[in-house]
């Protein structure tokens, strides 16, 4: 704590010196001053009259509350910290309760979820205010994946920007999202309207269902829906959820092998940071979609995230997958289309679906061999055997095969000049491939002292 948040050296002479100076406040420039000239009369008070100022630190000091650094009450910092944790925890309750309530009804696979994703042109401080840029609210369920026709896109144009914000609206846009903010134009209550119609068309209570935002843009994206709903006398429903969590909770409770195959929710964070599906082409909005930055662009990330879920959960349901709504367009998704791409020919068609990813299904190939054809590199067969050790005209897969040896290059030895054997006697038995080749690869040991390396003898 700073010295000047440190209240428990105000003793009764200090009130009485803040009772002085206000009455003499004239005659003094500081308190310094004036406790010089208040000590005297202190001194001469009665302990009846000093009571009084002894009363009034006793008071102060019994409640006296400890704080930060920067004057915040430590009481009320870890309150509010209790509360976050608290709505956190049942936040995630809630969400589990959700996905159990889907899988107990056997409803999981048709359920809808919202995604919503904000870009933002600045953050006013002093109003604690965001001015939205851009917003997309998108459904999905686990069967039938996204279409583009159930995301909701808009570029908002929130009207004037606080004095002095322009020009970081500008850098913002330059380093994001590149949406040109218009000063004169207040699109903000079509905006609001379009969110509460795309929440309502299928819901089937008053109350309007949860929305799932990224943990790290949920409190940006909270003050964004409230501060659009004060402005144009809307009640604040909304209700958002984390991201992160529905995929843990998800991939948990749907799992075959009923029990937890995610230990924790860092797990799906790292799904979602992972981005599989960031430079996919088609899901951009017609803004950003032939411009540099499509990956900024909000309808591109919802629809990225439910391509995640639908990656990591549609495998578990044994649900197939539907190219341009649980992935991407040009997404590979069957053993043919994969086989094909990698340059290999299968030779007979297989109607097993493949998951884009290993995290959802496994992949089921035959043997390597089974998948060569008469399209793939031919290799001479007798090289192969014969390298390896084994006779190329053996027969039948089953027999039993003798190994021996491979035959390898014989390596380019200096041979010693001393040997008695000729050289043509020595690279003949080089060439047939002799085991005890070691005979005339000359020692690397020193023979004897002096020709042995003098830096180990001085170490010795």
């Given at each position: 704590?700073?010295?000047?948040?440190?209240?428990?050296?105000?003793?009764?002479?200090y009130?009485?010196?803040?009772?002085?100076?206000?009455?003499?406040?004239?005659?003094?420039?500081?308190?310094?001053?004036?406790?010089?000239?208040?000590?005297?009369?202190?001194?001469?008070?009665?302990?009846?009259?000093?009571?009084?100022?002894?009363?009034?630190?006793?008071?102060?000091?019994?409640?006296?509350?400890?704080?930060?650094?920067?004057?915040?009450?430590?009481?009320?910092?870890?309150?509010?910290?209790?509360?976050?944790?608290?709505?956190?925890?049942?936040?995630?309750?809630?969400?589990?309760?959700?996905?159990?309530?889907?899988?107990n009804?056997?409803?999981?696979?048709?359920?809808?979820?919202y995604?919503?994703?904000?870009?933002?042109?600045?953050?006013?401080?002093?109003?604690?205010?965001?001015?939205?840029?851009?917003?997309?609210?998108?459904?999905?369920?686990?069967?039938?994946?996204?279409?583009?026709?159930?995301?909701?896109?808009?570029?908002?144009?929130?009207?004037?920007?606080?004095?002095?914000?322009?020009?970081?609206?500008?850098?913002?846009?330059?380093?994001?999202?590149?949406?040109?903010?218009?000063?004169?134009?207040?699109?903000?209550e079509?905006?609001?309207?379009?969110?509460?119609?795309?929440?309502?068309?299928?819901?089937?209570?008053?109350?309007?269902?949860?929305?799932?935002?990224?943990?790290?843009?949920?409190?940006?994206?909270?003050?964004?829906?409230?501060?659009?709903?004060?402005?144009?006398g809307?009640?604040?429903?909304?209700?958002?959820?984390?991201?992160?969590?529905?995929?843990?909770?998800?991939?948990?409770?749907?799992?075959?092998?009923?029990?937890?195959?995610?230990?924790?929710?860092?797990?799906?964070?790292?799904?979602?940071?992972?981005?599989?599906?960031?430079?996919?082409?088609?899901?951009?909005?017609?803004?950003?979609?032939?411009?540099?930055?499509?990956?900024?662009?909000?309808?591109?990330?919802?629809?990225?995230?439910?391509?995640?879920i639908?990656?990591?959960?549609?495998?578990d349901?044994?649900?197939?997958?539907?190219?341009?709504?649980?992935?991407?367009?040009?997404?590979?998704?069957?053993?043919?289309?994969?086989?094909?791409?990698?340059?290999?020919?299968?030779?007979?068609?297989?109607?097993?679906?493949?998951?884009?990813?290993?995290?959802?299904?496994?992949?089921?190939?035959?043997?390597?061999?089974?998948?060569?054809?008469?399209?793939?590199?031919?290799?001479?067969?007798?090289?192969?055997?014969?390298?390896?050790?084994?006779?190329?005209?053996?027969?039948?897969?089953?027999?039993?095969?003798e190994?021996?040896?491979?035959?390898?290059?014989?390596?380019?030895?200096?041979?010693?000049?001393?040997?008695?054997?000729?050289?043509?006697?020595?690279?003949?038995?080089?060439?047939?491939?002799?085991?005890n080749?070691?005979?005339?690869?000359?020692?690397?040991?020193?023979?004897?002292?002096?020709?042995?390396?003098?830096?180990?003898?001085?170490?010795?």
């Amino acid at each position: 704590m700073g010295k000047g948040n440190n209240k428990g050296s105000r003793n009764a002479f200090y009130y009485f010196l803040i009772e002085f100076k206000n009455q003499h406040g004239r005659n003094y420039k500081s308190l310094a001053e004036a406790s010089i000239a208040a000590g005297p009369h202190w001194e001469r008070l009665s302990p009846q009259q000093k009571a009084r100022y002894q009363e009034l630190a006793k008071h102060n000091k019994e409640n006296q509350q400890k704080q930060t650094s920067i004057g915040e009450s430590v009481d009320l910092v870890l309150q509010e910290e209790k509360q976050k944790q608290e709505r956190e925890l049942t936040v995630k309750q809630e969400i589990d309760n959700i996905i159990r309530k889907g899988i107990n009804t056997n409803t999981i696979k048709d359920q809808y979820f919202y995604l919503m994703h904000v870009n933002a042109f600045c953050h006013w401080e002093k109003e604690d205010r965001h001015f939205p840029a851009e917003i997309a609210l998108a459904k999905f369920n686990l069967r039938n994946g996204i279409i583009t026709e159930d995301v909701y896109h808009k570029l908002v144009h929130p009207g004037p920007l606080p004095l002095g914000y322009s020009a970081i609206a500008k850098i913002t846009a330059q380093e994001t999202h590149q949406i040109q903010h218009m000063e004169n134009e207040d699109n903000t209550e079509e905006v609001l309207m379009g969110l509460i119609d795309k929440l309502t068309e299928t819901a089937d209570s008053d109350s309007l269902p949860p929305i799932y935002v990224s943990e790290k843009d949920i409190l940006m994206v909270e003050n964004v829906l409230k501060n659009l709903c004060r402005k144009h006398g809307h009640p604040n429903l909304f209700l958002l959820y984390s991201l992160q969590y529905l995929l843990f909770s998800l991939k948990n409770n749907i799992s075959p092998i009923g029990m937890k195959v995610w230990p924790t929710v860092s797990v799906s964070k790292l799904q979602l940071e992972k981005d599989v599906y960031d430079f996919c082409s088609g899901i951009s909005c017609a803004y950003h979609e032939n411009s540099e930055i499509p990956i900024y662009c909000s309808q591109s990330q919802v629809i990225r995230w439910a391509y995640i879920i639908c990656d990591n959960c549609i495998g578990d349901l044994g649900l197939p997958i539907i190219k341009g709504q649980h992935v991407p367009t040009n997404s590979l998704t069957d053993r043919q289309e994969v086989a094909t791409a990698s340059g290999i020919s299968l030779g007979r068609p297989v109607n097993k679906a493949l998951s884009v990813s290993s995290r959802s299904t496994k992949t089921n190939f035959d043997s390597y061999s089974d998948a060569l054809s008469e399209t793939s590199t031919v290799v001479d067969e007798s090289e192969i055997s014969s390298y390896h050790g084994f006779d190329s005209d053996s027969q039948g897969a089953d027999d039993e095969i003798e190994w021996r040896h491979p035959r390898r290059p014989a390596p380019k030895y200096r041979i010693q000049q001393n040997l008695s054997q000729n050289s043509d006697s020595v690279n003949s038995q080089l060439s047939q491939g002799s085991s005890n080749i070691s005979e005339y690869i000359p020692s690397r040991r020193p023979t004897s002292q002096s020709s042995a390396n003098p830096i180990a003898l001085a170490r010795n």
